[in-house]
């Protein structure tokens, strides 16, 4: 067992989307080295320094160990049951007064599958509310919108594996190399052997810098670069007619808005030239098998949703997509289950499996499994949340794993609504800004600690074991659920992972073939997978696409201007995103010997930018949107372009976030992270 010997434990990593394999080897009870898995069958034996390094956070002295409960202006240790007590009496007392809606939860996508299947089970089944979301509502829900009104499906296309069948790879807004390393790798490596690339990013990335093609459009400017992409395409008959004719609707509307975007049109708007624009356009469209991987850069604006429309429209008119191995669509994920948590319907609208909560038949089907009527309505989205909380509709909140204080965008509107909530329930690893911000802490586990699943950007279940114990009193976040809805009155019947998952597999059709049992047995397994005989479909689409009338959907968007403008007072453009060696909030990595590799954030700003303002490298600047002010020290590069400005948002004392606007996508309320109006003084 954990914590007695030297072990090797087989799990999957808890960082990012790309779900490296990795054995986990302790002595002690803490972990003494971590090794990338040779069988892992996307990382083949690689892993990044995150992955592979950044596991010191276990046993920091900072672990909560214990629940805690606010005192007047103090939180102090508490035992379980004065902390579930307190969790069951005002929960239950503002349901009773307010109703379920005045209650929301925003789950974890750093959490496994069961822990967030049971999550959103306990929100509907025991609070009686669908407000339940999770991350993907501030990264990747647009992708869910466009790529299911695209292809009727929310997941990316094709596996990994594509990458090296593919002759063309068309990376837009993302950063592989840094992001999720072991796909750059890959990506890199088939750029350098065999394929063509092309790249469409504002910034010179290591990737852009080797592309054959950079597209370095202004931020804000996806839509009219990928519609000026489609136009040349079809005038060039760089197109499938054939699979068009048969597979796909929308060419004709496609047609008639494609006539705006002369490449003229496109430069205009977007500062990319029209030889470059052609030259693009050609290898994408005159590859063999092209393939679109595509991040952040594209979902994180105003038309986010438009964004991925536009993008998907490329793989249609190519015929790139449902055609075999090569070609596809497939979005980055950002955390390391972001694509599970959203399956396992911890999202306001969607039950388990994507099925909607508005579907009769559907809500039936749960609700006989379940053994309980459930609420019709679709609940609250994570920026309504807040909104509902400063105006009293919500007044209490759990939120479940993520740090909400750091890493949502306008982040003094966040707090804020943290603290007009009368009731707030954080369930975290460490004490982080919005665990201060809560009345009840309740100590949770990490994925070192954790018996589950967790679903990759290729939409493959792989398993996670547990390596470690989780320190003092913390249990496993599965765990804690349980005894909250016991606390509430309520068994959720799901008493171990794997008992949660075989449950989910009854409840969604979509993973009917999965469990702990077979996955231990075989290894990971892709959705859908119908049956236990069912192999997972590694690639979508081939016979038909699940629309409902069974063909890809193109459709025809016009280019919108950003939420978010400059003016003469806030001149530039500032990116905010990731880097290789830390990993959003920073709780984990900041407590890892990775934080001597990077020790503090910079501003990146380009070298004629940073003449004008009279910067040195290291000095120090004060950045200043509509919303706030932070300062980071200068890092002069060509990596930005000139007018635009970069900034991560690992450490809480440049609080990027703090400078975010609160833009959305109109289509799923994603917020614009990526356009964000600054003005900069030396300090
Ligand atoms: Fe973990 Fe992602 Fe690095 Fe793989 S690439 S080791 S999944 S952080």
């Not at 054939?242 to 205009?268: I, K, M, N, S, Y």
């Not at 693009?280 to 105003?302: K, M, N, W």
């Not at 586990?445 to 018996?451: I, M, N, P, T, V």
Request: glycine share 10%; with cysteine.
């Amino acid at each position: 067992p954990p914590g007695t010997a030297t072990a090797a434990v087989d799990t999957t990593c808890g960082y990012c989307g790309v779900g490296c394999a990795l054995t986990v080897h302790t002595a002690d009870g803490a972990v003494s080295e971590i090794t990338p898995d040779r069988r892992g069958p996307v990382n083949r034996g690689h892993a990044c320094v995150k992955g592979r390094f950044a596991y010191g956070f276990t046993t920091s002295p900072d672990r909560l160990t214990t629940p805690l409960v606010r005192r007047g202006d103090r939180l102090e240790p508490a035992g379980w049951e004065e902390a579930l007590a307190v969790v069951a009496d005002r929960l239950g007392g503002i349901v009773a007064s307010s109703g379920p809606d005045a209650v929301a939860a925003i789950c974890s996508a750093r959490a496994t599958n069961e822990e967030n299947y049971l999550m959103q089970k306990l929100m509907r089944t025991v609070v009686g509310t669908n407000n339940v979301d999770n991350c993907s509502r501030i990264c990747h829900a647009p992708s869910a919108a466009g790529l299911s009104a695209a292809f009727g499906l929310s997941g990316g296309t094709n596996p990994a594996d594509d990458i090296e069948a593919s002759d063309c790879l068309l990376i837009a807004g993302a950063n592989p190399t840094e992001a999720h390393p072991v796909i750059g790798a890959r990506i890199l490596q088939q750029a350098l052997s065999s394929a063509k690339l092309v790249v469409i990013d504002p910034r010179r990335t290591a990737l852009a810098k080797i592309a054959d093609v950079h597209l370095a459009g202004t931020p804000g400017s996806n839509v009219a670069v990928f519609n000026g992409l489609a136009r040349i395409m079809l005038e060039r008959g760089w197109i499938d007619e054939q699979f068009l004719a048969q597979r796909a609707d929308g060419l004709d509307e496609l047609r008639e808005q494609l006539a705006w975007f002369t490449p003229e049109q496109v430069a205009e708007i977007s500062g990319v030239t029209p030889q470059a624009l052609l030259d693009a356009a050609r290898l994408y469209g005159t590859a063999g098998f092209p393939s679109i991987i595509y991040g952040l850069g594209v979902t994180e604006h105003a038309h986010g949703t438009d964004g991925v429309r536009a993008l998907v429209n490329l793989a249609i008119l190519r015929g790139a997509v449902g055609t075999g191995r090569g070609g596809g669509v497939n979005p980055l994920r950002g955390q390391n289950n972001v694509q599970g948590a959203s399956d396992m319907g911890a999202l306001p609208d969607l039950l388990p499996g994507y099925q909607p909560v508005a579907d009769p038949q559907a809500r039936g089907r749960c609700e006989q499994i379940w053994g309980c009527p459930l609420p019709q309505r679709p609940g609250l989205r994570i920026p309504q949340m807040f909104d509902a909380a400063l105006d009293g509709r919500v007044r209490a909140l759990y939120v479940f794993g993520e740090n909400i204080a750091q890493t949502d965008p306008d982040s003094g509107h966040v707090r804020a609504a943290l603290d007009a909530c009368e009731f707030v329930i954080c369930q975290e690893i460490f004490l982080t800004d919005t665990a201060q911000a809560a009345d009840v802490v309740l100590p949770g586990a990490s994925f070192l600690e954790k018996d589950g699943t967790f679903v990759n950007f290729d939409r493959r279940f792989q398993r996670v074991r547990p390596a470690l114990r989780p320190p003092g009193l913390a249990r496993t976040d599965f765990e804690i659920i349980n005894a909250v809805a016991v606390a509430l009155g309520t068994d959720l019947g799901c008493p171990t992972p794997s008992q949660a998952l075989d449950e989910c597999a009854r409840v969604a059709p979509l993973y009917a073939g999965i469990s702990h049992i077979r996955l231990d047995r075989d290894g990971p397994l892709h959705w859908p997978c119908r049956s236990p005989d069912e192999p997972g479909e590694a690639r979508l689409h081939q016979e038909s696409f699940a629309t409902p009338n069974g063909r890809a959907q193109l459709a025809a968007r016009p280019w919108l201007p950003p939420g978010e403008q400059t003016d003469a007072r806030y001149p530039f453009v500032l990116i905010t995103g990731r880097r290789l060696v830390h990993y959003n909030a920073g709780t984990m990595t900041r407590r890892t010997l990775n934080l001597r590799l990077s020790p503090r954030e910079t501003l990146d700003i380009h070298p004629a930018d940073a003449l004008a303002l009279g910067l040195r490298d290291g000095d120090l600047v004060e950045i200043e949107s509509r919303r706030g002010t932070v300062a980071a020290p200068a890092r002069i590069t060509g990596d930005v372009s000139a007018g635009q400005v970069f900034l991560a948002f690992h450490f809480p004392e440049v609080a990027a976030n703090l400078l975010t606007s609160a833009a959305v996508d109109e289509v799923t309320s994603c917020p614009e992270y990526k356009v964000t109006a600054v003005r900069l003084r030396r300090c």
